[in-house]
């Protein structure tokens, strides 16, 4: 992609995070083993940048079994030692506790409503929401519909799924389309969906 298009200002930054914004971000996803990877990865950058999560990404999937929820589910105090000494992803106890936890959490979640696929697309009637901001500025951290998926999943035993991280989640994830309108990738994503199997 030339650089003469225009783009969500964060993207500008660096090139890991314009292919990632050009690519990924607010693309709809569905499959579950795209949500539950992102999930875990929102969660890890609690408190850091994406671009840090974004160049260890490789390093995470194969540190945790490339996302496998029925693998890391089964982790012991091996692999968490493992993990913690592992200078390729972020070595937060809390942190690998966390994504441990989430992947039982998820296989329960799967077992009950079928996956995050489904739980997550009924908070929204199975369409992204498409908003229309003109400026980074006006772009929230979070919203009501944050506030109550994140409460859903604490409810299920989610942990690192505050507010903040789930809204942040939403938009990688495509739930959202938060992509300035003067993007080049807002308005494609907004006709694109319409070709997306609910």
Wanted: hydrophobic letters at 45%.
């Amino acid at each position: 992609m030339s650089g003469d298009v225009s783009r969500c200002d964060w993207a500008l930054n660096s090139a890991i995070e314009t292919a990632y914004h050009d690519h990924e971000w607010g693309v709809p996803k569905r499959d579950e083993h795209s949500l539950f990877e992102f999930l875990i990865l929102e969660g890890a950058q609690a408190g850091l940048s994406w671009r840090t999560i974004l160049a260890k990404r490789d390093h995470f999937r194969a540190a945790f079994d490339g996302f496998d929820a029925e693998r890391m589910a089964r982790y012991d105090d091996r692999d968490r030692a493992r993990l913690m000494a592992d200078a390729g992803i972020v070595r937060n106890r809390l942190k690998i506790d966390a994504a441990i936890g989430n992947a039982r959490a998820y296989l329960e979640l799967r077992a009950a409503v079928g996956g995050l696929s489904p739980f997550l697309w009924d908070f929204v009637d199975g369409k992204p929401i498409i908003n229309h901001w003109q400026h980074m500025a006006e772009v929230p951290a979070q919203t009501a519909l944050s506030d109550r998926i994140s409460k859903a999943l604490k409810q299920r035993g989610f942990r690192f799924v505050g507010s903040t991280i789930v809204y942040a989640y939403l938009q990688a994830a495509g739930l959202i389309n938060d992509h300035l309108v003067h993007c080049f990738r807002h308005a494609p994503l907004c006709a694109d969906e319409a070709t997306v199997p609910r």
